[in-house]
C-alpha cells in the first residue's frame, strides 16, 4: 500500500511538473527535506532533484518518504487530526407507490488517523415525510493524498422518530415509528479549497428498518370494533446524493 | 527520463481503469439495491383458522343420533307439533313439542358449520358451510340423510367460531384450504400494502352473535331461510338465492343481487319482505323463482329484524352491533301501497331484536330489556298499550304460534301459554346445558 502511494505522488508529481516549473519538496525518512525542481525519477532506483541552490542531488528511492508539489493543498495522510463534516442531499428508493424523495442532513466529527476517518454525529433524516434524529457512527478511508481524493465511508447508526406518537393509529402517517437502526455505505469525493476546508459529495446507499407498535383497528364480522396491538416494521432502501463541507 | 514518463503514463492508465471498474461495480450495486421496495410489515397475535379439507369434511357420515344437551340454540322452526332447533356449527335438535308444557328431545342431527334450517312438507333443509343438506323427516324418530347439494354458498359463508379468541383479530384465512373447523392463536407477521390493510373476507359468526341473533321461524324474524310454494330463498351478503325444492336435492334456478347488505327474509302476501342494515326492500313473487324489487324503505344504518302482519310492516333497528347501528327503535311502516312503503311512528327502544305478531299483538323482544307485549291496533300509541313487560329475561326473538309464545332467550328456549293476554304463563324451557 505504502509503495502505491508513493508511485501516485511520484505520478502526480511529474504530471505537475511537465505541466509548469514548480518547486518540489522531497521529504526523506529521516525527517530531512529538499526543495527543488526534480529531473528524474527512475522508480525503486533513485529521484534526482535539481535544488533551489543548484545543486543537483540525487536521492536512493528507498530513503523518501513522500514528495510534495509546492502548490499542492495536501492534507498529509500522516498528519493526524480532528474533522467535522457536514453535508445535505437528498435520498431516494422505491416506495410502495411512488419514488421516494426525502431529504438528508448529516454532521459528523471525528478523528483523522492517516487515511482513516472515524468519527459520529447527528443530523435529521426525513422518511415518508417523517423526521428522524439520527445517530451516526462512520468509518472513512481515503484513497490518497492529492487536493482530489477519492474516499469510501461505512455509516450505521440508530435513527429515533421526531414526530412519535405512541397512541397513533394510523400507521400510513409513520407517527408510530419509534426508532430504528441503518447501515450503508458511501462512494465519496473530497476536493480540499484549502488547507483546512474540503468539498465533499458523496454518493451511496443505506438500509432501514424501523420499528414501532400501533393500536390497529379490526372490523370483525358481525362483531364490534376490536383495537389490537401490532409491532410494525418497515425496510427501506435509499440512495443517497450528498454534498457538503469538511473542516 | 522519457523511460520514467512512459511509466507514470502507463501507471495512470493503470488507474484510470481500475477507477472505471470500480465505480461501474459501484453504480451497479447501487441500482440493484434501490430497485428494492420499501417493505412493511406487522407482527401481531392473531386467531388463525385450523381447516379441514372439503373431501374429508362431505365424507363424515350423518346419522340421526339420541338427544343432547343444547348448549347454544340457534335457529327455531316449527312444524307441525315439532321443533327443529339449530345449534350452530353443531347440528339440529328435534322436539317433540306436543304438549308445549313439556317439549321431548327425540334426537339430534349432526351437521357440521350449520346456521340455518327450513322445513317443507317432509323434508328439512340445513345448510353446512358451502352447501345445502336435505333429510327425510317424515319420521322424526329417525331422520334421513337424502342429499347434499354442494357450493351452493360463496366460501366467504359463515366460519365456526371455536376456539377463537375476540380480543385478537382473525387472519391467514384461505378457503381453497378446506372448512374452519376452529381457530387456534398464533403470532402472526404480514406485509402490508399502501392503501390500507386488507383483512380476509370472512364471515364469523360464533355462540355469542347466534345467541343474540337466534331466530324463531315460522312467523320468527331473524330468518334468513324463506318458503314460499316450492322455491326456498336464502340470503347471503348481497343477494337472494332461490332453489327449487320440488326434488330432494335443492337446484339453484336464480341469483337475484341488490346493493344492500341482506340480513333477514319474511315471506308474506305473496311478497318477500328482506331486512338489511340500510332498509327493508320489498320483492314481489308474481315469478317465484325470480324474485322482482317492488320497492324499499330506507332506513338509517342498523341490523332490521322485520315482520308483515296485513298491511304493516314493523321493523326493529338497534345499535351496538355489526351493522354500525345507533338507533333503537320500533318503526311501524305501512304497505298498503307495496309500491310505496312509507312510515307511520318510531317508537324508541332499548336495544330490540326479534319481533312476532299474532293478530293485533305485538311481541317484541328487546334485549336486556325482556319482553315486551303491546296491542299495537292503534299504530300511533302502541307505546301506551304495552300489555305485559317481562324484564328479568334477556329475549332475542320469538315466535307466537297457536297461542303459544316461544321465546329465543339468554337462558334458552322458553315457552309461554298467551291465550290470555293479561294473564301470559310459563309453560317450560329448554334450558342450555
Known amino acids: 500500500m505504502k509503495k502505491s502511494l508513493l508511485l501516485i505522488a511520484l505520478f502526480f508529481a511529474v504530471l505537475t511538473s511537465e505541466a509548469q516549473i514548480n518547486n518540489e519538496q522531497v521529504i526523506l525518512k529521516n525527517g530531512t527535506q529538499y526543495q527543488g525542481v526534480i529531473s528524474e525519477i527512475i522508480p525503486d532506483s533513485i529521484v534526482v532533484i535539481k535544488l533551489v541552490d543548484g545543486r543537483i542531488m540525487t536521492i536512493n528511492y528507498d530513503q523518501i518518504l513522500r514528495i510534495k508539489n509546492q502548490n499542492e493543498k495536501i492534507l498529509s495522510p500522516t498528519e493526524n487530526n480532528y474533522y467535522v463534516k457536514s453535508t445535505l442531499g437528498l435520498m431516494m428508493g422505491q416506495g410502495q407507490r411512488e419514488i421516494q424523495k426525502n431529504f438528508l442532513f448529516e454532521t459528523t466529527g471525528g478523528y483523522q488517523y492517516k487515511q482513516w476517518q472515524m468519527g459520529a454525529g447527528s443530523g435529521v433524516h426525513v422518511l415518508y415525510g417523517t423526521m428522524y434524529l439520527p445517530a451516526i457512527a462512520e468509518v472513512s478511508y481515503s484513497f490518497g493524498d492529492k487536493i482530489t481524493q477519492p474516499y469510501i465511508t461505512l455509516q450505521g447508526g440508530g435513527v429515533f422518530n421526531l414526530s412519535y406518537n405512541k397512541n397513533n393509529t394510523n400507521f400510513w402517517n409513520h407517527q408510530g415509528y419509534k426508532n430504528g437502526k441503518f447501515i450503508g455505505s458511501n462512494f465519496g469525493l473530497r476536493h480540499y479549497v484549502s488547507n483546512n476546508l474540503a468539498l465533499v459529495f458523496e454518493a451511496g446507499y443505506r438500509f432501514y428498518h424501523l420499528q414501532g407498535k400501533l393500536i390497529e383497528t379490526y372490523y370483525p364480522p358481525n362483531l364490534d370494533i376490536l383495537y389490537y396491538p401490532a409491532e410494525y416494521n418497515a425496510d427501506l432502501h435509499r440512495f443517497s446524493l450528498k454534498f457538503g463541507l469538511e473542516f | 527520463m522519457d523511460t520514467c514518463i512512459r511509466r507514470v503514463e502507463q501507471l495512470k492508465k493503470n488507474i484510470m481503469k481500475k477507477t472505471s471498474l470500480y465505480l461501474t461495480i459501484f453504480t451497479f450495486l447501487l441500482i440493484s439495491l434501490t430497485a428494492c421496495k420499501d417493505k412493511f410489515t406487522k407482527t401481531f397475535q392473531a386467531n388463525v383458522p385450523i381447516y379441514q379439507n372439503y373431501e374429508d369434511w362431505r365424507a363424515q357420515t350423518i346419522k340421526f343420533m339420541a338427544p343432547t344437551g343444547i348448549k347454544n340454540p340457534g335457529k327455531i322452526w316449527i312444524k307441525d307439533q315439532y321443533l327443529f332447533i339449530n345449534e350452530p356449527f353443531v347440528g339440529v335438535h328435534v322436539f317433540d313439542n306436543s304438549t308445549p308444557a313439556n317439549p321431548v328431545n327425540l334426537g339430534f342431527l349432526p351437521v357440521l358449520s350449520t346456521l340455518d334450517i327450513a322445513v317443507h312438507n317432509s323434508i328439512l333443509y340445513v345448510d353446512s358451510y358451502t352447501d345445502i343438506l336435505t333429510f327425510d323427516i317424515s319420521n322424526p324418530h329417525n331422520i334421513e340423510f337424502l342429499c347434499r347439494t354442494t357450493d351452493v354458498f360463496n366460501n366467504n359463508k359463515a366460519q365456526s367460531s371455536l376456539g377463537y379468541n375476540h380480543d385478537l383479530p382473525a387472519t391467514n384465512i384461505n378457503p381453497d384450504l378446506g372448512v374452519i373447523i376452529g381457530w387456534e392463536q398464533q403470532e402472526v407477521t404480514e406485509e402490508i400494502y399502501y392503501g390500507g390493510i386488507f383483512y380476509d373476507s370472512f364471515e ?35 343477494q337472494i338465492i332461490t332453489f327449487n325444492i320440488q326434488n330432494e336435492c335443492i337446484e339453484r334456478v336464480n341469483n337475484t343481487w341488490t346493493s344492500n347488505n341482506l340480513e333477514t327474509l319474511f315471506v308474506a302476501n305473496d311478497h318477500l319482505f328482506v331486512g338489511t342494515t340500510t332498509g ?65 311512528k318510531t317508537y324508541e327502544m332499548t336495544n330490540p331484536h326479534g319481533l312476532g305478531m299474532d293478530e293485533n299483538t305485538l311481541f317484541l323482544c328487546d334485549g336486556i330489556d325482556g319482553l315486551k307485549v303491546f296491542d299495537a291496533s292503534d299504530d300511533l300509541q302502541i307505546d301506551q298499550n304495552l300489555l305485559s313487560h317481562f324484564s328479568n329475561i334477556q329475549a332475542y326473538d320469538v315466535i307466537p304460534y297457536k297461542h303459544t309464545l316461544i321465546l329465543s332467550a339468554q337462558e334458552g328456549i322458553y315457552q309461554y301459554d298467551y291465550s290470555d293476554l293479561n294473564n301470559i304463563s310459563l309453560l317450560s324451557l329448554i334450558a342450555k346445558n
Not at chain 2, 320489498?282 to 344504518?301: C, Q, R, T
Not at chain 2, 329484524?305 to 318503526?331: E, F, H
Open chain 2, 204 to 238: 364469523l359468526i360464533d355462540v355469542l352473535t347466534i345467541n343474540n341473533s337466534g331466530g324463531v321461524n315460522l312467523g320468527g324474524s331473524m330468518a334468513s331461510f324463506a318458503i314460499h310454494g316450492d322455491q326456498l330463498y336464502v340470503i347471503q351478503n348481497n
Open chain 2, 280 to 344: 327493508m326492500l320489498i320483492y314481489a313473487l308474481d315469478d317465484p323463482s325470480n324474485p322482482n324489487l317492488v320497492s324499499e324503505y330506507p332506513h338509517i344504518g342498523s341490523c332490521d329484524p322485520v315482520i308483515v302482519n296485513q298491511n304493516r310492516a314493523y321493523v326493529t333497528l338497534r345499535d351496538g352491533n355489526s351493522c354500525s347501528g345507533t338507533v333503537n327503535q320500533l318503526v311501524v311502516v305501512n304497505i298498503e301501497n307495496l309500491s310505496n312503503p312509507y312510515e307511520i
